[in-house]
């Protein structure tokens, strides 16, 4: 029976090379990214991300033909886990989200022209992308609802519709557009993906939403805003189309598989950074005559923190192995589980970390503020916890039937009974013999 929890040596090195190199080289970007533009971000990037091509650790989550590494998701799970570490981190691996998503979308649904045109210079870092499904008056959570069409006219596609929440909407060179190609069809064939420049006449990027990542300072076209787009009779060629027409919730499922577990991927990485924050705090903080540390609270703080990440961990590398193993499809329910779960986790540690540091946690002196209000979204992007834990009732609940009877299974009376009808051999023995 295989059951093996060990790194292979050359691929740790890897990951060890990778922590050094994040904490110094990207983590200090952090304390200065809102004094600069992108382009002097890129700036700063371009040498970055070169040592991480040279190191062979460019776009890892897609195979080699199409420019990335092949690792797998597994190996990809423990790259995530420090790339996870700063939100800084991932664009210097050729990863980050949305382009990764986005990446994937054009390897597995695009023709070869779309894959030559868009999915080529993305994966060099040449381009940048957005998708663009999520609208203001319906219900992201259930994309059924989608009111973007798109109108088939000669060999365009004629688009209209209002979306927001596209991240890096206002820094793509092109959209993902998730827009109703037919409105007759059944439920989740109705949709398609179609690729959109983003300098198309029609596209409006009204704005990028002030959100609580980013609550004072309001910045338009930078990396990580959240764009609300208007398409006004955008006008793109057929073959913009990415699969078939009608194919748009197919291909959301296997994109979302995949990003949903790197971000439970990088989500242990922001849990482990808050998580040494709580300890080294506990330490060196004297109150009532001792360190925190040897205040009860603090070390139940520190073990549940320890037990959590622990739990989330084991749960995220197995749905990755299990994805590597079986597919995306088939990791379903161990995505949704740890899609909810990872995302309390991560919450529950970062608070306890913050409130650890009383006033100095809440203040930007440090890092966890920004991180609370970060772990607070990863409860509804990618679909809200309350729907992945349908997701995954629904699932359990198919292995299971109501009785029959209406009586529990468990019922012990019940149980009794049939016991003493099947022993009744022996239970008369004993009887006799009292
Ligand atoms: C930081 C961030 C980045 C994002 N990036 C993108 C992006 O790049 N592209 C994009 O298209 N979208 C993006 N989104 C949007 C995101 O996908 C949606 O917010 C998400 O799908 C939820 O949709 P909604 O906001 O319309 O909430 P709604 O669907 O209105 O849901 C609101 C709430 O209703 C409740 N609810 C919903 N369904 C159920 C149910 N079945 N049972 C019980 N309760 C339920 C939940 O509490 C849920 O939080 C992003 C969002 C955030 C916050």
Same mark, same amino acid.
């Given at each position: 029976?295989?059951?093996?929890?060990?790194?292979?040596?050359?691929?740790?090195?890897?990951?060890?090379?990778?922590?050094?190199?994040?904490?110094?080289?990207?983590?200090?970007?952090?304390?200065?990214?809102?004094?600069?533009?992108?382009?002097?971000?890129?700036?700063?990037?371009?040498?970055?991300?070169?040592?991480?091509?040279?190191?062979?650790?460019?776009?890892?989550?897609?195979?080699?033909?199409?420019?990335?590494?092949?690792?797998?998701?597994? /190996?990809?799970?423990?790259?995530?886990?420090?790339?996870?570490?700063?939100? &800084?981190?991932?664009?210097?691996?050729?990863?980050?989200?949305?382009?990764?998503?986005?990446?994937?979308?054009?390897?597995?649904?695009?023709?070869?022209?779309?894959?030559?045109?868009?999915?080529?210079?993305?994966?060099?870092?040449?381009?940048?992308?957005?998708?663009?499904?999520?609208?203001?008056?319906?219900?992201?959570?259930?994309?059924?609802?989608?009111?973007?069409?798109?109108?088939?006219?000669?060999?365009?596609?004629?688009?209209?519709?209002?979306?927001?929440?596209?991240?890096?909407?206002?820094?793509?060179?092109?959209?993902?557009?998730?827009?109703?190609?037919?409105?007759?069809?059944?439920?989740?064939?109705?949709?398609?993906?179609?690729?959109?420049?983003?300098?198309?006449?029609?596209?409006?990027?009204?704005?990028?939403?002030?959100?609580?990542?980013?609550?004072?300072?309001?910045?338009?076209?930078?990396?990580?805003?959240?764009?609300?787009?208007?398409?006004?009779?955008?006008?793109?060629?057929?073959?913009?189309?990415?699969?078939?027409?009608?194919?748009? &919730?197919?291909?959301?499922?296997?994109?979302?598989?995949?990003?949903?577990?790197?971000?439970?991927?990088?989500?242990?990485?922001?849990?482990?950074?808050?998580?040494?924050?709580?300890?080294?705090?506990?330490?060196?903080?004297?109150?009532?005559?001792?360190?925190?540390?040897? /205040?009860?609270?603090?070390?139940?703080?520190?073990?549940?923190?320890?037990?959590?990440?622990?739990?989330?961990?084991?749960?995220?590398?197995?749905?990755?192995?299990?994805?590597?193993?079986?597919?995306?499809?088939?990791?379903?329910?161990?995505?949704?589980?740890?899609?909810?779960?990872?995302?309390?986790?991560?919450?529950?540690?970062?608070?306890?970390?913050?409130?650890?540091?009383?006033?100095?946690?809440?203040?930007?002196?440090?890092?966890?503020?920004?991180?609370?209000?970060?772990?607070?979204?990863?409860? &509804?992007?990618?679909?809200?916890?309350?729907?992945?834990?349908?997701?995954?009732?629904?699932?359990?609940?198919?292995?299971?039937?109501?009785?029959?009877?209406?009586?529990?299974?468990?019922?012990?009376?019940?149980?009794?009974?049939?016991?003493?009808?099947? &022993?009744?051999?022996?239970?008369?023995?004993?009887?006799?013999?009292?």
């Amino acid at each position: 029976m295989a059951w093996d929890f060990s790194t292979e040596p050359e691929f740790q090195e890897q990951l060890d090379w990778m922590r050094q190199f994040v904490r110094e080289e990207i983590w200090p970007l952090e304390t200065i990214a809102d004094e600069l533009t992108q382009e002097q971000l890129d700036r700063v990037y371009a040498p970055l991300q070169e040592e991480v091509k040279r190191r062979g650790l460019w776009a890892a989550h897609l195979s080699p033909d199409l420019g990335g590494q092949g690792f797998g998701q597994l /190996k990809l799970g423990m790259m995530h886990e420090i790339l996870g570490t700063s939100a &800084f981190a991932p664009n210097a691996f050729g990863n980050q989200a949305p382009d990764s998503g986005n990446s994937e979308i054009l390897a597995m649904a695009g023709s070869d022209e779309q894959k030559e045109r868009w999915l080529q210079p993305l994966l060099a870092g040449d381009l940048k992308s957005a998708f663009s499904m999520t609208e203001p008056e319906v219900a992201g959570s259930d994309p059924t609802t989608l009111r973007t069409t798109a109108v088939r006219d000669g060999d365009e596609y004629v688009i209209n519709g209002h979306k927001w929440f596209s991240t890096n909407g206002s820094i793509a060179d092109f959209l993902i557009v998730m827009a109703v190609t037919d409105p007759d069809a059944r439920p989740h064939q109705r949709a398609s993906m179609i690729i959109v420049p983003a300098d198309t006449p029609g596209v409006d990027i009204v704005r990028d939403i002030g959100t609580m990542e980013h609550p004072v300072t309001e910045s338009f076209g930078k990396l990580g805003n959240h764009a609300e787009i208007r398409y006004e009779n955008v006008r793109v060629p057929v073959d913009n189309l990415l699969g078939d027409e009608g194919a748009g &919730f197919l291909i959301a499922q296997h994109r979302l598989g995949p990003g949903r577990i790197h971000h439970c991927m990088r989500w242990l990485g922001v849990s482990s950074r808050a998580f040494d924050m709580l300890c080294e705090r506990s330490l060196y903080r004297e109150a009532r005559g001792g360190p925190l540390a040897e /205040k009860q609270t603090i070390q139940n703080w520190i073990a549940d923190s320890a037990a959590q990440m622990h739990a989330a961990r084991l749960m995220t590398l197995h749905a990755a192995w299990k994805m590597d193993a079986e597919g995306a499809s088939a990791a379903r329910r161990e995505i949704s589980l740890i899609k909810f779960f990872g995302a309390t986790v991560m919450h529950d540690v970062v608070d306890r970390a913050l409130q650890i540091h009383g006033a100095l946690g809440y203040s930007t002196d440090l890092p966890l503020e920004a991180m609370y209000r970060f772990a607070r979204a990863a409860r &509804f992007y990618d679909g809200p916890d309350e729907v992945h834990r349908e997701t995954v009732a629904r699932q359990i609940l198919r292995g299971y039937e109501a009785p029959a009877d209406g009586v529990p299974t468990e019922h012990v009376p019940t149980r009794r009974e049939e016991a003493r009808r099947r &022993f009744a051999d022996i239970l008369e023995a004993v009887t006799a013999n009292d």
